[in-house]
């Protein structure tokens, strides 16, 4: 149990167009949900946790205009990111936690490139 | 923003060493938590350890916890090829917010 799945797994897409990437929990209700970003060798930076039914909350230095967040059930949110570029190319992965759980369980990530 | 540092950034062994890692963090936490992480794929989680606990274990992995000194380390023993990968270590502040925040990472490579 606790599976999380992220589509697409891999996007291309052009500059200025914009990009959305789902997170789902599978089986299991999520309350929360939090997006992160990876750079090549680098650690995890975490952009925002989002709450089923409630705005998101962004870390510092996060454009929420540009990340949307929506968490529109307890089992999928979305990040769009909009008017993409290619200094958004990254791997962007979710993570799911369920009600009164410590444990985060994470998609496998979705690398997208900015061309 | 990142926790904290991990040491060493990179290390390469042979088969059937042991593999110590370590991180250090900044605040005071609710647990840590350990992640593995192989080259470009999402991450597994290792193994939790809570702010009052000092050592668990888990297979072949040995985690410890000095909160006096904000560090942690993982201790991998018998390593294998299949260990390859990246190891992240991982913070849960007492904010009840449940955010993590992850160390640097060390790359493990461990040769055949």
């Known amino acids: 149990g606790a599976v999380v799945s992220q589509h697409p797994s891999w996007v291309i897409c052009k500059s200025g167009t914009s990009v959305k990437i789902e997170c789902r929990s599978l089986?299991?209700?999520?309350?929360?949900m939090f997006w992160y970003r990876q750079f090549p060798k680098q650690s995890l930076m975490l952009m925002a946790t989002?709450?089923?039914?409630?705005?998101?909350?962004?870390e510092q230095g996060v454009e929420k205009d540009k990340f949307l967040i929506n968490h529109a059930s307890l089992t999928l949110s979305t990040l769009t990111v909009t008017s993409a570029h290619p200094e958004d190319s990254s791997f962007y992965i979710c993570?799911?936690?369920?009600?009164?759980?410590?444990?985060?369980?994470f998609g496998p990530g979705t690398r997208l490139t900015v061309l | 923003s990142q926790q904290g540092e991990e040491d060493p950034q990179a290390l390469s062994i042979q088969e059937g060493e042991n593999a110590t890692m370590n991180c250090s963090y900044k605040?005071?936490?609710?647990?840590l938590q350990w992640y593995r992480q192989n080259s470009g794929r999402g991450l597994v989680h290792l193994i939790l350890?809570?702010?009052?606990?000092r050592e668990k274990h888990s297979g072949r992995l040995r985690v410890t916890l000095d909160t006096s000194k904000k560090s942690s380390s993982l201790l991998i023993t018998a390593s294998r090829a299949a260990d390859t990968a990246s190891y992240f270590c991982?913070?849960?502040?007492?904010?009840?917010?449940?955010?993590?925040?992850f160390g640097s990472g060390t790359r493990l490579l461990v040769r055949p």
């Open positions: 993570s799911a936690r369920r009600l009164a759980g410590e444990e985060q369980f």
């Open positions: 089986d299991f209700q999520a309350t929360t």
């Open positions: 989002s709450n089923e039914g409630s705005k998101a909350t962004y």
């Open positions: 605040t005071s936490i609710n647990n």
């Open positions: 350890i809570r702010s009052n606990e």
């Open positions: 991982a913070t849960d502040g007492w904010d009840s917010s449940y955010k993590l925040i």
